[in-house]
């Protein structure tokens, strides 16, 4: 399934973004970024890490990047961020890959146990506590809602505590999900042809309050696929 098209006329084959969030300041020129009440802010910690905050219901804080993944063209494209959910749990969030990187709203919710969506393709986790305790493996193709996969309750989040999502998307717009390295589905609608194969990814991650103090710190993210 991971199937990169890697050029054969460089020896540098595979696009890869990382960033461990251990400058200064967040760079604008690489994310576009809307914050409701509190900026994302770098913190002076260790491993480096980016942090937002909020207390108001409906405030959101996204961080997105440039559009430049699209798995049509580059094989297979590779999503992992390490993410916690801070002091509370009582929020919600959207980790993964969107099609749109300037419209401030979150990708993918859950709303009364239906997807909401707002990207014409997107495929991601989705956290709602509104909803339950449980991470959602989500989509969106073309438009069209796709399927949702609840993960195990093992998967919860607990605040404070890190968790890595790992998101891998074949040329054919397949997609497979992955928490603290364990895969979350290997069959079924929530996994095939989740995204449109031309659409123009970026890595996109948010958190939306809920009215109770929250807030999210990401360790690091990565992006990579095959050079066009």
């Not at 969506?117 to 193709?141: H, I, L, N, R």
């Amino acid at each position: 399934m991971e199937d990169f098209n890697l050029s054969t006329d460089t020896s540098f084959g595979e696009v890869r973004f990382f960033d461990d969030f251990t400058d200064d300041t967040v760079d604008t020129f690489v994310y576009d970024i809307d914050t409701d009440r509190t900026a994302w802010a770098i913190g002076q910690a260790a491993n480096g890490v980016i942090t937002c905050a909020g207390t108001t219901n409906g405030d959101l804080e996204k961080i997105a990047g440039n559009c430049n993944w699209v798995a049509g063209t580059m094989g297979t494209i590779v999503f992992e961020a390490r993410v916690q959910l801070d002091t509370s749990i009582t929020q919600g969030c959207f980790i993964g890959l969107s099609d749109d990187n300037t419209t401030d709203e979150i990708p993918i919710d859950l709303d009364g146990g239906t997807l909401s969506t707002t990207a014409t393709d997107a495929v991601g986790f989705v956290y709602d506590s509104q909803e339950g305790t449980s991470w959602y493996c989500c989509s969106v193709k073309a438009g069209s809602d796709g399927a949702q996969t609840e993960c195990d309750a093992e998967f919860d989040p607990v605040a404070e505590t890190y968790q890595t999502f790992r998101i891998i998307v074949n040329l054919a717009g397949d997609v497979r999900y992955f928490i603290n390295g364990k895969e979350i589905t290997t069959s079924g609608a929530a996994r095939s042809a989740a995204v449109t194969t031309t659409a123009v990814l970026c890595p996109h991650v948010d958190h939306l309050n809920s009215g109770t103090a929250s807030g999210l710190t990401m360790d690091y993210l990565y992006v990579s696929g095959g050079r066009a």
